[in-house]
């Protein structure tokens, strides 16, 4: 069988432990998988905080790749849960922290997806919302008190930035764009279920209209 030598290890090794690439004149890459391994290794581990940001903007954001995530987990999701349950149990502590660090990096996400799981639980209407849409939209003013709010400030600060159900999931409302509307923590908790008329400040006629669908 045919062998070459390794660049970075210097090793002699058969072709086929070297990862294959058109650009090279044999087909191969010039350094071994386990040496290309190495690399990635202390690459991902001296430029971590580059990866990250790389993938929260670019995959996040990549239809095409989400496509492919799904379609990978979907052929071969019973061996990648087995290798997952079975990372999880031998690395209890690194997984506590890629949980703390997830919930950090996306806590607007997950108050967003628990309100949908709400909604659902209760066989009202719901869709996943994009907050950002919502912020835009209302210009970070309360649609309470009309104050601004500083978005700067954290739970549970009562001027801290919350999202109101116009119509309360719990009396049948949605979760959808038009029945969500940003206020501070404060307003929000103060009103409780109960509503106003002067807190419906979106067109209710239609709103209703797709309750009643």
């Known amino acids: 069988m045919e062998a070459k030598r390794c660049t970075k290890c ?12 058109e650009n090279h004149s044999d087909g191969h890459r010039s350094a071994c998988k386990e040496c290309t391994a ?5 690459y991902s581990k001296t430029h971590r905080e580059e990866i990250n ?17 799904r379609q990978r987990w979907k052929a071969n999701h019973v061996r990648l849960n087995r290798q997952h349950r079975h990372w999880r149990k031998a690395n209890p502590e690194k997984q506590k922290e890629m949980e703390r660090r997830y919930r950090e990096l996306h806590q607007e996400e997950l108050k967003e ?6 909604a659902l639980k209760r ?3 719901a869709e996943r919302v994009d907050l950002g849409v919502i912020r835009g939209r209302d210009g970070m003013v309360c649609h ?9 400030l954290e739970y549970p600060h009562p001027m801290s930035l919350s999202y109101d159900h116009l119509i309360p999931i719990s009396h049948g409302g949605p979760h959808a764009e038009w029945n969500l509307a940003v ?5 929000n908790s103060s009103r409780g279920p109960g509503r106003t008329s002067a807190q ?5 006629k239609s709103a209703l209209g797709l309750i009643q669908s």
């Open 10 to 21: 210097g090793l002699e090794k058969l072709l086929g432990e070297f990862w294959r690439d």
């Open 38 to 42: 190495a690399q990635k290794r202390r």
């Open 53 to 69: 940001e790389y993938n929260r903007h670019h995959r996040g954001n990549n239809e095409k790749y989400k496509a492919k995530v």
């Open 113 to 118: 997806r628990a309100q949908y799981r709400r």
């Open 123 to 125: 066989n009202n209407s």
């Open 144 to 152: 309470i008190c009309g104050k601004k709010i500083n978005q700067d």
């Open 183 to 187: 206020a501070h923590l404060g307003c």
């Open 200 to 204: 419906l400040h979106l067109p209710l």
